[in-house]
């Protein structure tokens, strides 16, 4: 958690950025992103240089030697005019057409290509390379909570319907997923990459010991404690990971987060969160998954290669019909992505492995045939373990739209599917999204871990509670319907209301109230 000066300053850049006419917040991110990106390769190229000179051995360069004006450290010192032209004329194309072997750079050259300086006001780059330079690049705890206050920042959703998923429903859903240091997981949706870099938090608290985990009170720049909604200090606490061994690392850093987009900002975006919250190289990709291409450029991860899969798939969006893959056509014949992608994340999963996945509520009940095709395939060939409905202002402003989270394990067949209905997620449901006191998500999270599907058939299985379990026979009945409000009991309290009469009663005791006050102000006029 990041706060007082090096949060004012992020502010300030910010607030410099909207007057200088960049008012896109996700093009600011980027922007700051290419910047971000140049410091640290100059740190790693500065790294490898001391570590070369203690043990005499080569390394390969990320700047030959007609590059190094190019180095953070030789540009930064720049005039205005002079830094604008090197960074315009000099950095981008060396991003475009950098082959580094460094672990960022190979995993940035697939999607700088395109990279672009859109900042145009002189003062404004020296500005953003100032607060660049300020960041603590150098320290791991800081960098993953310095790129997510900056996505926090993001207020609008994409053109093709893609909005950044709150941490909190993120870190519910890795919750109830449970990942391991062996498990491969991908969003095949990446966006900004939010499930996997909340994935990797997680294993770092999970694999944490008592001596590996250290807090720290916070406070704000005028020194007074940093409180939440109850009073309670906030405590900034660091997890070391220490009972990581070396191979789970080198497969957390190479093989375990695999991400996958279209939008080529989003990819830079994700890519960086994920390099600054400590992967080194996670596989990131440029590629539009719902597409044939998706199987031929990646056969290991586009069929039963992954053991958990975490999404928000578009709800929107543009669709090559003509390029979609066939063999999701087959599993449902649609143009809808919402529908596509939970086709797709099946497809994708290892037999066993599991999906936690939001999708719209028209996915639960829509009456189109593609839609009863989806969800048969979950309940007949698969295990749909768990639909949770959302409150429809989790996404707002984004959004509005009513969601759920389907959660199934791939393979088997389902016999009871378990419903929760989440009323509050901690925060109010309007734009503003402010902090309550109200949150089912914690429940949520134990309730899932502890559900026991021998109640099922019991008269412990209450449906007027916020969980409770529904057979497949019913489900089936119901068309595969898989909302929750088909299913939920609801208790109507009969209304008692007053005799006739005494209303009558009441009401004229009330108008001779009111003439009577009426009658002392013409009095006083």
């Known amino acids: 958690m990041i706060t007082g000066q090096l949060k004012s300053k992020i502010d300030k850049l910010w607030e410099e950025f909207w007057t200088g006419g960049i008012t896109n917040p996700l093009t600011v991110i980027e922007q700051i992103t290419f910047l971000t990106y140049a410091r640290m390769l100059d740190m790693n190229e500065q790294a490898d240089e001391k570590r070369s000179a203690r043990t005499n051995k080569p390394f390969s360069r990320r700047f030959n030697d007609s590059q190094q004006h190019l180095r953070w450290q030789n540009m930064r010192h720049l005039g205005a005019e002079e830094l604008f032209k090197l960074v315009r004329n000099e950095l981008f194309p060396f991003f475009a057409s950098s082959s580094s072997a460094d672990n960022e750079g190979s995993l940035f050259s697939e999607f700088m290509k395109d990279a672009q300086l859109m900042i145009q006001k002189q003062s404004l780059l020296v500005k953003a390379v100032e607060m660049v330079n300020d960041l603590p690049l150098d320290n791991s705890d800081t960098k993953g909570d310095l790129y997510e206050y900056l996505l926090s920042k993001l207020t609008t959703a994409g053109i093709n319907g893609q909005f950044r998923t709150p941490r909190h429903i993120i870190r519910a ?33 999970k694999y944490s010991s008592k001596q590996g985990i250290e807090s720290e009170p916070l406070f704000d720049t005028d020194g007074k404690p940093l409180v939440d909604i109850y009073g309670k200090q906030l405590q900034n606490v660091l997890y070391s990971g220490d009972l990581i ?47 044939q291409r998706f199987s031929e450029n990646f056969p290991n991860e586009s069929k039963e290669g992954m053991d958990i899969i975490l999404a928000n798939p578009p709800f929107k969006g543009s669709l090559d019909e003509e390029d979609v893959c066939p063999e999701l056509l087959r599993k449902v014949k649609t143009k809808k992505t919402e529908l596509l992608f939970v086709a797709l994340i099946e497809r994708m999963l290892k037999i066993g492995g599991r999906s936690a996945t939001i999708v719209p509520d028209g996915v639960l009940f829509g009456s189109s045939n593609a839609h009863q095709q989806l969800r048969k395939l979950l ?10 409905s ?28 378990w419903f929760y209905d989440v009323q509050a997620d901690g925060y109010s449901l309007d734009d503003k999204r402010t902090p309550i006191k109200d949150n089912d998500l914690p429940n949520l999270v134990s309730e899932f871990k502890a559900r026991d599907k021998a109640i099922a058939q019991t008269a412990e299985n209450d449906k007027t509670q916020k969980a409770f379990w529904v057979s497949k026979d019913d489900i089936v009945t119901n068309k595969y319907d898989l909302s929750i409000n088909r299913y939920k009991e609801v208790v109507h309290t009969a209304e008692v209301y007053d005799d006739p009469k005494v209303i009558l009663t009441k009401l004229k005791a009330l108008e001779n109230d009111i003439l009577e006050d009426l009658n002392e102000l013409e009095v006083m006029l």
């Open 173 to 205: 859903m890795v919750e109830m997923m449970d990942p391991d240091l062996n498990s491969r997981i991908c969003d095949p949706s990446t966006g900004t990459g939010g499930f996997l870099s909340i994935s990797y938090e997680y294993l770092l608290e």
């Open 245 to 291: 061994d070396a191979d789970a690392r080198k497969h957390i850093d190479t093989d375990m987060f695999h991400g996958f987009d279209f939008d080529a900002t989003m990819l830079r975006v994700a890519a960086m969160n994920l390099v600054m919250h400590g992967i080194k190289q996670p596989d990131i990709h440029y590629q539009d998954t719902l597409s």
């Open 379 to 388: 309940v007949d060939n698969n295990q749909l373990e768990a639909v949770i």
């Open 390 to 417: 959302l409150p429809s202002g989790v996404f707002k402003p984004y959004a509005g739209v009513s969601t759920a989270i389907l959660i199934f394990t791939k393979g088997g067949s389902t016999d009871h599917v």
